[in-house]
């Protein structure tokens, strides 16, 4: 009985806020495009959250203009200047402990909507489809379990907008290369974790916001109700292209995501194919450079100077254009090398994929050494490994 | 009689002072060394301060323009662990030195060697730290929480002079707290009882016990990354077995009563300022002392809403804000107090007070900013964003750093025996408000806009909020150029002050002399507890 009371006032309590800052009509006049508050969302969990978001915020308004509005109505009618007199009470029982007791008193009442909330994000169970997020630095990568599709997730901004040499785009920053497609409509359980340091995933309009920790799988999850691109970034400090690791999400009808998640796998097909035949040098070159500019450069620089002396260069090095360099080139790319910031790629990057990357490193920048690495070579590296 | 006898009758046999370098390297005296303290502060308010505005720089426009990524890190961290551990600290510290044994009638600090020790190991940790920036591989770049792995297996080699520097620091801090607390409990006339002391001295006791507490916690935490870094353990690195968890925990354990160290003593200062400029008793004294002590007990167990994201279990995520959610009737009841001492008071506005009442209000919203981020499922979304970043520098900058700014207009009278010039003093406190505001309240709506913390660079829709935060952030960084006109023109001159500065001022503080002579209460003053005090009646 009391339990259907409470929500009832507690609804109307919510309705009220909901209302007032959802109207279409005010939001535009107040903000216009510039969004002075958090997004409503497209889940019923933002929407939830949104609520609770601004539930808090208009207490903390009342409780700021009672406090504050006593404390400037003293200080301009006890002024000393208009002659006020010092009053000599200092303490009183009553008023001290309604201070305390109502504080407390609005704490529960923001605690208990909260807790509910709280246990409803808790609950990752029955969910329709996993999805396995993997942070890396700087790239996110998407495994969709049990269907054989996974890929990386790379920033799309080209360097020329972000350094000022071209018109800044719409998405600036918030762009990727390919999104995470995911159905409408459809519970979907996200596992998160790291290859290297700790990130976190956020995606303001799911309200879903999850640390990727090295050695944990969190958990989280989201039910979309609209089709639409929703965009977000890493949240956690995690090294120097912290700010350039954007994540999309592009929500799709269930029978959409059926089509695409058939030509992923149709790609992913494709893709193996490559790592078993012959590439010709022009083909490891075009496909090298792609690679490159992707998952290198943003160390070693679209120019191969790198930084050093934490990013070594790769024009005109010995290790990138000696015969005797060759070995150890192809054994970096692939294992990475420890105590530095060089990841090892052998298990990120398909066999093809390295082959072309290193074959263009030893080709650009000047470098120019004729060699073509093939992928059966690198399959032959990776071998002990598997 | 001799002159001789008259010396001993003061109770001290005086060397001639040292003069030059060697005077300020080996002073015991707890009057040059809080000055050292405060010069020491405002020097690392500076450096940290020009990093803000290398940071706001490049956050003028979206796009890349004058720093890379790699040096905006560096920025980040270090002007996060200079603020906290080289310019707040220090200047609480400082402080403490100089009012403390005033306030108490104490002759000196209780140990007067080990004083000097602790503050000279401050200059050379800070030096150590600021060499790093110029080491190969750059400085510290993993923001001043240091999260590992990012500040073990991904750090730069300079990471061993960043620990050896936070270590030293860490000493300098735990024998102050040593010292200050061997003062208080020691040394306070015979009359003073624990319950008549100045609301600046307990909050700085209670404050120092809290250093006692954690700082070690911090040794042990940067020592095991020192083993990570160097001798191949894995209390971090998950390949190894290690926990990167177990690093947050310790850090913030360590971490959120070093916010309350921040804040504390800001209290004790706005509880002597705000009586003194509404002539009246402070409202609540016991109240406010166990309120004081309420907040540094809950301080203890409220560590993991610092990482409301990391994926703990429920049970803890309720935990955890429910604590945290309670923190805020102690801190509400501290500023209760404060309005109910200016009701019905007889107010005026000299510019301790202005610092003081600016420091309510806006600290009050850093305070309500902090209950909005205590509710879990909202801190999803403000998490990491610039709304955290609003709301830490609302308590710690137009709060905390208000607070040290109205201490010292306060007492400048007392160190100098000069006032501070009004006009300049409310230049600069205008100046202030209107930097400060317009550089942090913005960030609250670039946070829920989605803007996350540390990213050199951002989308579009940011650009407003971030155009506003740039230009209040050079207002407010220019703008404290003036407080050092004000402190130099100060100590060089100016209105002479008499022993009781202020018309409504109460304590032991205000009466001796303006200066304060270089030995105070070398026997025990009379003690009238301020309920008692003809001046409150």
New interface residues.
């Given amino acids: 009985m009391t339990g259907v009371w409470l929500n009832r006032i507690w609804h109307a309590v919510l309705w009220i806020p909901v209302v007032f800052f959802s109207h279409p009509l005010l939001a535009k006049n107040l903000y216009g ?7 409503v969302g497209v889940t019923h969990m933002s929407r ?2 949104y609520s ?2 601004m539930i ?2 208009w207490i ?1 308004v009342v ?2 203009v009672v ?2 509005g ?2 400037f109505w ?2 301009i009618r ?4 208009k002659g ?9 029982t009553l ?2 402990i309604l ?2 007791a109502i ?2 008193v609005i ?1 529960v009442v ?2 208990i909507p ?2 509910a ?3 409803k ?2 609950d990752t169970s029955e969910a329709e489809m996993d999805v396995m997020i993997t942070g890396y ?1 700087w790239r996110w990568h998407y495994e969709y379990l049990g269907q054989d599709v996974s890929f990386f997730s790379n920033l799309a901004t080209p360097p020329e ?4 040499r071209e018109q ?1 785009g ?5 762009e990727v290369d390919q999104p995470l497609v995911l159905p409408v409509d459809t519970k979907v359980r996200l596992l998160l974790t790291s290859n ?3 990130h ?1 995933w ?1 995606v ?1 309009q799911l ?5 990727a ?4 799988v ?2 989280n999850w989201t039910r979309i109700d609209e089709p639409g691109i929703y ?14 690791m954007p994540v999309t999400v592009k929500a799709v009808s269930k029978e959409d995501y059926q089509i695409w998640l058939a030509e992923q796998k149709q790609q992913a097909v494709e893709k193996a194919a490559g790592n078993e035949r012959e590439w010709t040098l022009p083909d490891l070159m075009a496909q090298g450079e792609t690679v490159y500019n992707t998952y290198c450069a943003a160390c070693h620089m679209v120019n191969g100077q790198g ?1 050093p ?2 990013f070594p260069a790769l024009a005109g090095s010995p290790l990138t254009t000696k015969a005797e360099g060759r070995a150890t080139h192809i054994e970096l790319v692939l294992y990475g090398k420890a ?1 530095t ?1 060089m990841a090892a790629f052998g298990s990120t990057l398909s066999a093809a994929d390295l082959a072309a990357v290193i074959t263009y490193e030893r080709n650009a920048f000047g470098n120019n050494t004729g060699d073509v690495v093939q992928p059966a070579e690198i399959k032959q590296q990776l071998k002990p490994t598997e | 009689m001799t002159s001789n006898s008259y010396s001993s009758a003061e109770g001290h046999i005086h060397e001639p002072p040292l003069r030059g370098i060697k005077r300020w390297l080996l002073t015991t005296n707890h009057k040059e060394i809080g000055s050292l303290y405060l010069i020491f502060s405002l020097v690392m308010f500076f450096i940290g301060g020009t990093m803000a505005l290398v940071i706001r720089a490049e956050l003028f426009q ?4 004058l720093v890379q ?2 040096f905006f ?1 560096q920025m980040t961290t270090m002007h996060g662990l200079i603020m906290v551990f080289g310019a707040v600290m220090p200047a609480f510290v400082g402080l403490a030195n100089w009012m403390v044994p005033l306030q108490i009638g104490a002759p000196d600090m209780a140990l007067p060697r080990l004083n000097n020790f602790s503050f000279w190991l401050l200059p050379l940790a800070f030096s150590l730290l600021l060499s790093s920036l110029f080491m ?3 400085g510290p ?3 001043w929480t240091f ?1 590992a ?2 500040s073990t ?2 750090a ?1 080699p300079s990471t061993n002079f960043f620990i050896l520097s936070i270590h030293l620091a860490g000493i300098s801090s735990i024998l102050g707290a040593i010292n200050i607390i061997a003062t208080i409990l020691n040394m306070r006339t015979p009359a003073m009882k624990l319950m008549d002391m100045p609301l600046f001295v307990w909050t700085w006791l209670i404050t120092a016990f809290l250093l006692l507490a954690v700082m070690p916690v911090l040794a042990g935490v940067v020592t095991m990354m020192l083993l990570d870094i160097n001798f191949g353990t894995s209390f971090f690195n ?2 190894g077995g ?4 177990l690093f947050q925990h310790l850090f913030w354990f360590f971490g959120h009563p070093e916010v309350y160290i921040m804040i504390l003593p800001a209290f004790g200062i706005a509880s002597m300022i705000v009586p003194t400029f ?10 406010m002392v166990y309120a004081t002590a309420s907040i540094a007990i809950l301080s203890f167990v409220v560590w993991a809403h610092h990482m409301f ?3 703990l279990p ?1 049970a803890a ?2 935990f955890f ?2 604590a945290t ?2 923190i ?2 102690p801190t ?2 501290k ?2 107090n404060w ?2 001492t ?7 506005f000299e510019v301790p007070m202005l610092f003081t ?1 600016a420091f ?2 806006q600290f ?2 850093g305070g ?2 902090g ?2 981020l205590a ?4 801190d ?2 403000y ?3 610039y709304f955290v970043v609003a709301h830490f520098h609302y308590v710690l900058v137009p709060g905390a750093v208000f607070a040290i700014i109205a201490g010292v207009y306060y007492w400048l009278p007392k160190w100098t025996g000069f006032y501070p010039d009004e006009t300049l003093g409310r230049w600069h406190f205008w100046l202030s408000v209107i930097g400060v505001n317009l550089t942090f309240f913005p960030m609250h ?1 670039s946070g ?3 803007m ?10 940011f650009a ?1 909020f971030n155009l506003l935060s740039s230009l209040g952030g050079f207002l407010f960084g220019m703008s404290q150029l003036l407080l050092i006109w004000v402190v130099v023109r100060c100590v060089r001159g100016g209105k002479p002050a008499p022993d009781k500065a202020w018309e409504g001022a109460e304590g032991l503080e205000w009466q001796v002399p303006s200066p304060a002579p270089l030995h105070t209460f070398s026997t025990p003053p009379e003690f009238i507890p301020e ?1 008692d005090s003809p001046g ?2």
């Fill in positions: 495009d510039s969004n002075l508050n958090l997004p939830e959250v609770l978001h808090i915020f903390c409780i700021a406090v504050f006593v404390m003293s200080l006890y002024r000393k200047s006020a007199k010092a009053a000599h009470f200092h303490e009183n008023v001290e201070w305390t504080p407390l704490l923001m605690a909260a807790t909330t709280l246990q994000i808790y630095q907008q972000i350094d000022g800044k719409e998405n600036y920053l918030l290297d340091v700790i976190s956020w303001p309200a879903v916001k999850k640390d920790i090295p050695g944990f969190n958990e965009r977000g970034q890493c949240t956690e400090l995690c090294g120097r292209l912290h700010g350039f930084i002396p934490a105590g910031a | 979206p796009g890349l323009q990524p790699e890190n190969e591989g750059g770049n993993f923001g999260y792995p990012l297996t991904y730069p998950a390949a290690g926990d990167p968890v509404a002539r009246k008793r402070l409202f609540g004294y016991r109240s994201t990391v994926g429920l995520q309720l804000m429910y959610m309670l805020a009737v509400g009841v500023v209760f309005v109910a200016l009701f019905h008071g007889s107010i005026s009442l309510i209000v009050t919203i309500l900013s209950v909005m509710i879990v499922p909202a999803y979304q998490h990491d964003t709506f829920l806009a989605g996350p913390r540390r990213i050199p660079d951002y989308a579009l829709q407003d309920r409150r009646a």
